[in-house]
C-alpha cells in the first residue's frame, strides 16, 4: 500500500488489530488516533515511510499489548502518555530519528517483555532504579544511540533478560559484576562505549559471568578496558566472544582451551603478546579466529592445524615469524587466511597448495621465498590471492588461469620474471590485477582486453615492453599502471610513445642497434645536462646563496630543492596533477625510487606564506591512514613546497565525474566510511583539534586499494581551549561551506560536518552542489529533503542499482542531519562514522543472505 492511512480506520471503535508492516505508507498519525479506539490490542506499521511526532493520543490505547513504530523517520520525543499502557507487552520504536529522555515511567510499565529502542538519537541517564519496574522483561535493544553514565547495578533485577544490547552510546564507568546475576542472559552487547576497568584493572565482570550458563554471545569490543584476560575465561560458556579494541594487554591465559564452546573469538586491535597458547587445539568446535593488529609473536603453531573446524584464520599485523606449518594442507575447513605484514621467512609449503576450497589468502608483507608452483591451479575456489611485498622468485605459472573465480590478484613487489602469462584472460572474473615492482619482461597480452570485469590494472616497475593493449578494460586505465617500464609504446594519453609500425617489424638486430645507438645518445644528452646544473649550481653559490631551509615534519631524511627538480623533470607539465588555489601539484620520482605527490606554492599570492605554515603545523602531528601522508617540507626564499605521498587514483572528484570511472554502491560508501573516520580523528582524536574547513571531493585522493586519504590542510584551524573560533578570511570553496561561516565566520567542528554531509549527498546523486540547477530556493540540501518523500531513486546517481533504495535513504538522511542549519542540532563525526558502519553491515548481511 501506498499513501496515508485512512482515517477511517481510527474511528473504529471495536478495532482489534491494526497490521500495516512493510508497505510505503507515508504521512503522519493524526493526533487523536486512539481516542476511538479502546479496544485496539496490537498497532503495528513496521517498516514504512511515516514520519511526525508520535502522538500524545496514544495513551488512550488503554488495551494496547503491542506496539510496533520501527523503521520509520517518526521525529521528536517519546510522549510520557505512553506509560499510561499499563498492559503493554512489546513496544518497538528502533531505527527512527526520535532524540530526547527516555521518560521514566516507561521502565515502570511491569508488563513489558520486549523494549526496543535502538537508531535512533536518544540520550541521558538510565535511572538508577530501571531493574526494579522492569520484572517480565527478556529483550533491551538500546544500541546506536547517545545514552551516556553509568550502567546501573539494578538491571540485573529484570532477572528474565535473555537479550541485552547496550552497544553503541557513550556509556561510562565501570561494567557491572551485577550482570553475572542474568541468568538466564544469552546475548550481551556492550560495545563501544566507554566503559573502563575498576581500580583494580581486572575483568571482575568476565569472572561473575561464569555464573550465566546459557550465554552464547559477548560483545565488548571498541572500550578502554586496559587489562589482562583473568584466567577465569575458560569458564565461560560462551560460543562468540568479540574483545577487538579494547586495549587488552599481556598473554592470551592457558585456560583459553577450555572454553569449548566457542565458535567465534575475536581479539584484534590489542596489545596481546607472547605466543599463541597450545592450549587453542581445545577450540574443537573454533570456526572463527581473528588476532589481527596485536604484538603475538613465536612461530604458527601446528595446534592450529588441529582446529578442524577452523574457517576463517586471521593473524595480520603481528610479530609472527619462522615457517608456515606444513600441517596447513590439512586444514580442509579454512575458508580465509590472512598473515600478512608478520616476519614469516619461508618457503609457501606444497601442502598449503592442497585447499582445494579456500577463498581468500593473504600473505603479503613477510619475507616468503620460492617460486609459485604449478600446483596453484588446485585452488579452484580462491576469490582473493595476494602474496605482495615478499621474495617470490621464478615465473608467474600459467596454471594461475585455471583460477576461474578470482577476483583479486596482486603479485607486487616481488622478485617474479619471465613473461604475463596470456592465458590470464581466461580468468573473467579477474577485477583487480597488481603485478608492479618485479622483472617481468616481454609484452602485455593483448588477451586481457577479454577480461571486461578488470577494473584495476598496476604493471609499473617492470621491464615491460612493446604495445599497451587499447580496447576493453584498457581504456579506463592511466598512465600510473605502466609507468616505469622498459619500452612500452601506444596512446600519447599514457604519456608513452607512439608505436612505430616501421621499427616493430624490424629484425631483432636491428632493434638492437637503434636501442644502443639511442642509449648512448641519451647518455651523453644527460651528461650535458648534469655539466650544466653543477656550472649553474656553483654560480649562484658565488653569486647568491640558496637557503634550504628543509622542515622534514618527522620524515627519516631531508630532501632537497635539486632532488625535488629531478623527481619531476623539472617542474615539467606533463608530470602536472593540478593546480589549486595555492600553487600547483606535480607527480615525481624520488631517487630512492618512491612515487611522491610535491605541491609548490605560488609565492605570487600573499596568503601563500600562511597557508604553508597553516598546512606543516596542521600535519606535523597528525597520523591517521586516511589523511594523506606529508613525508617533508622545502623552502627557502623563493620556494615553498610540500612532498606528500602519492595517490595513484586520483581525486574523488575524477571518479564521480569522469566517464572513464565508475564506483559503486559499496565502494562509494566505503569512501565516505574513511573520510569520516578522518575527521573523527581531526576532531576528537588528534592532541589537538583541526577543522578542516575545505573538505570537498577534490580533496579526497585515493590510493591503490581505493581507500580514501583528505588532503589539503592550506586553510586548515588548530583549535587550542576553544572549540571554535571567528575567523572571516577563511577561503572555502562554495557549496560546501555551513551557514555559519558566512554569517558570523565562525569555524568548528560542526562546520566539516556541515561539509561531510554536502559530500554525502553529491557522492550518491552525483550532483555539485554548484551544479546549474540550484538557484534561488533551490539548493542540493533542500532538493534531497524534498525528495525523501517521495521516490528518493529518481535523485540518485543513475549508474547506481535500484535495489540500494533502503540504504539511500538511511545515507542522505543520515546526511541531512550532518546539515541542519543550527551547528548545535548537526550530528558529530563519532556517531556519523558509527551510522554509516551499521548501515555497512546491515547492507552485507542482507547481500550475504540473498547470495545463500
Request: charged share 20%.
Given at each position: 500500500y501506498t499513501g496515508e492511512i485512512p482515517d477511517s480506520f481510527f474511528n473504529l471503535s471495536?478495532?482489534?488489530?491494526?497490521?500495516?508492516?512493510?508497505?510505503?505508507?507515508?504521512?503522519?498519525?493524526?493526533?487523536?488516533?486512539?481516542?476511538q479506539l479502546p479496544q485496539l490490542e496490537m498497532f503495528t506499521v513496521h517498516v514504512n515511510h511515516l514520519e511526525g511526532l508520535i502522538p500524545q493520543s496514544i495513551g488512550n490505547c488503554s488495551s494496547l499489548q503491542y506496539l510496533s513504530l520501527m523503521d520509520n523517520f517518526f521525529t521528536g520525543s517519546i510522549p510520557m502518555e505512553i506509560s499510561h499502557l499499563n498492559q503493554l507487552l512489546i513496544l518497538e520504536l528502533g531505527n527512527n530519528s526520535l532524540n530526547g529522555y527516555i521518560p521514566s515511567k516507561v521502565f515502570n510499565i511491569s508488563t513489558l517483555e520486549n523494549l526496543l529502542l535502538e537508531l535512533n538519537s536518544f540520550s541521558g541517564m538510565l535511572p538508577s532504579n530501571m531493574g526494579l519496574g522492569l520484572p517480565n522483561l527478556q529483550e533491551l535493544h538500546m544500541y546506536g544511540n547517545r545514552f551516556f553514565g553509568n550502567i546501573p547495578n539494578s538491571i540485573s533485577n529484570a532477572s528474565n533478560l535473555f537479550h541485552l544490547d547496550l552497544s553503541e552510546n557513550e556509556f561510562s564507568g565501570i561494567i557491572p559484576s551485577s550482570l553475572g546475576d542474568l541468568r538466564l542472559i544469552q546475548n550481551l552487547f556492550l560495545a563501544n562505549n566507554n566503559l573502563t576497568m575498576d581500580d583494580s584493572h581486572e575483568f571482575n565482570f568476565l569472572t561473575s559471568l561464569t555464573s550465566c550458563r546459557n550465554l552464547k554471545y559477548l560483545e565488548i569490543s571498541d572500550n578502554s578496558l586496559l587489562s589482562k584476560l583473568p584466567n577465569s575465561i575458560g569458564n565461560l560458556s560462551v560460543e562468540n566472544f568479540e574483545a577487538s579494541s579494547c586495549g587488552i594487554n599481556g598473554n592470551i591465559p592457558l585456560e583459553i582451551g577450555n572454553m569449548s564452546n566457542m565458535i567465534r573469538l575475536s581479539l584484534s586491535s590489542n596489545d596481546l603478546n607472547g605466543p599463541i597458547p597450545i592450549t587453542i587445539k581445545g577450540l574443537h568446535k573454533l570456526q572463527y579466529l581473528d588476532l589481527d593488529d596485536n604484538g603475538l609473536q613465536g612461530s604458527i603453531i601446528d595446534e592450529l592445524c588441529g582446529i578442524r573446524s577452523l574457517s576463517e584464520l586471521y593473524l595480520t599485523s603481528n610479530n609472527f615469524f619462522d615457517v608456515l606449518p606444513t600441517c596447513m594442507g590439512n586444514m580442509t575447513s579454512l575458508r580465509k587466511f590472512h598473515i600478512g605484514s608478520n616476519n614469516l621467512n619461508s618457503n609457501i609449503p606444497s601442502s598449503f597448495w592442497n585447499l582445494k576450497d579456500i577463498l581468500e589468502v593473504n600473505l603479503s608483507s613477510n619475507v616468503l621465498m620460492g617460486n609459485l608452483p604449478f600446483e596453484i591451479n588446485n585452488l579452484r575456489a580462491l576469490v582473493l590471492l595476494d602474496v605482495s611485498k615478499n621474495k617470490i622468485s621464478g615465473n608467474i605459472p600459467p596454471t594461475i588461469s585455471f583460477l576461474k573465480t578470482l577476483e583479486t590478484l596482486s603479485l607486487a613487489n616481488n622478485k617474479l620474471k619471465g613473461p604475463i602469462p596470456t592465458s590470464l584472460s581466461d580468468i573473467v572474473s579477474l577485477s583487480f590485477l597488481d603485478l608492479s615492482q618485479n622483472l617481468i619482461t616481454g609484452e602485455i597480452p593483448k588477451s586481457l582486453?577479454?577480461?571486461?570485469?578488470?577494473?584495476?590494472?598496476?604493471?609499473?616497475?617492470?621491464?615491460?615492453?612493446?604495445?599497451?593493449?587499447?580496447?576493453?578494460?584498457?581504456?579506463?586505465?592511466?598512465?600510473?599502471?605502466?609507468?616505469?617500464n622498459k619500452a612500452l609504446c601506444g596512446s600519447p594519453l599514457l604519456q608513452v610513445p607512439p608505436c612505430d609500425k616501421h621499427i616493430r617489424k624490424m629484425s631483432v638486430r636491428k632493434k638492437l642497434l637503434i636501442i644502443c645507438s639511442s642509449s648512448i645518445i641519451v647518455v651523453f644528452g644527460i651528461l650535458i645536462v648534469v655539466c650544466m646544473i653543477l656550472r649553474m649550481h656553483k654560480r649562484k653559490k658565488v653569486g647568491n646563496p640558496i637557503e634550504k631551509d628543509l622542515s622534514t615534519l618527522g620524515a627519516p631524511r631531508r630532501i632537497s630543492y635539486y632532488e625535488l627538480l629531478q623527481a619531476t623533470?623539472?617542474?615539467?607539465?606533463?608530470?602536472?596533477?593540478?593546480?589549486?588555489?595555492?600553487?600547483?601539484?606535480?607527480?615525481?620520482?624520488?631517487?630512492?625510487?618512491?612515487?611522491?605527490?610535491?605541491?609548490?606554492?605560488?609565492?605570487?599570492?600573499?596568503?601563500?606564506?600562511?597557508?604553508?605554515?597553516?598546512?606543516?603545523?596542521?600535519?606535523?602531528?597528525?597520523?591517521?591512514?586516511?589523511?594523506?601522508?606529508?613525508?617533508?617540507?622545502?623552502?627557502?626564499?623563493d620556494f615553498k613546497s610540500i612532498v606528500m605521498e602519492f595517490m595513484t587514483n586520483g581525486s574523488l572528484e575524477k571518479w564521480l565525474y569522469s566517464d572513464n570511472y565508475r564506483l559503486d554502491f559499496l565502494q562509494r560508501l566505503n569512501i565516505m566510511i574513511d573520510v569520516a573516520y578522518a575527521l573523527e580523528y581531526l576532531h576528537h582524536g588528534s592532541s589537538i583539534t583541526v577543522v578542516h574547513c575545505d573538505l570537498k571531493p577534490s580533496n579526497v585522493l585515493l590510493d591503490e586499494d581505493m581507500v580514501a586519504h583528505v588532503r589539503d590542510f592550506g586553510i586548515s584551524k588548530l583549535l587550542d581551549e576553544e572549540h571554535s573560533k571567528t575567523h572571516t578570511e577563511t577561503l572555502a570553496t562554495l557549496g560546501y561551506v555551513a551557514p555559519e561561516y558566512g554569517s558570523k565566520g565562525v569555524i568548528s567542528v560542526k562546520g566539516d560536518v556541515y561539509s561531510y554531509g554536502i559530500m554525502l549527498m553529491e557522492i550518491f546523486t552525483a550532483k555539485k552542489p554548484t551544479n546549474e540547477m540550484f538557484a534561488e530556493e533551490l539548493t542540493l540540501k533542500t532538493w534531497i529533503s524534498e525528495s525523501m518523500a517521495k521516490s528518493i531513486m529518481e535523485i540518485v546517481d543513475f549508474n547506481l542499482a535500484s535495489q540500494h533504495e533502503k540504504e539511500i535513504r538511511e545515507i542522505l538522511d543520515l546526511a541531512l542531519r550532518c546539515c541542519e542549519d543550527s551547528p548545535d542540532a548537526r550530528i558529530n563525526m563519532t556517531d556519523v562514522t558509527t551510522s554509516l558502519i551499521k548501515i555497512k553491515t546491515s547492507f552485507l548481511l542482507l547481500k550475504k543472505e540473498i547470495m545463500k
Open positions: 471495536s478495532m482489534i488489530y491494526i497490521n500495516f508492516d512493510r508497505n510505503n505508507l507515508n504521512g503522519t498519525l493524526p493526533n487523536k488516533m486512539c481516542d582486453e577479454l577480461v571486461s570485469s578488470l577494473k584495476y590494472l598496476n604493471l609499473s616497475y617492470n621491464r615491460l615492453e612493446g604495445e599497451i593493449p587499447n580496447g576493453g578494460p584498457f581504456k579506463s586505465f592511466t598512465t600510473q599502471s605502466f609507468i616505469h623533470n623539472g617542474f615539467s607539465e606533463s608530470n602536472l596533477l593540478g593546480k589549486g588555489g595555492f600553487g600547483s601539484v606535480y607527480q615525481g620520482m624520488l631517487s630512492s625510487g618512491k612515487m611522491v605527490a610535491v605541491k609548490v606554492l605560488d609565492l605570487n599570492l600573499e596568503a601563500t606564506s600562511r597557508s604553508f605554515d597553516v598546512e606543516c603545523k596542521a600535519m606535523r602531528n597528525l597520523r591517521h591512514r586516511n589523511l594523506v601522508q606529508v613525508i617533508t617540507s622545502c623552502s627557502n626564499v
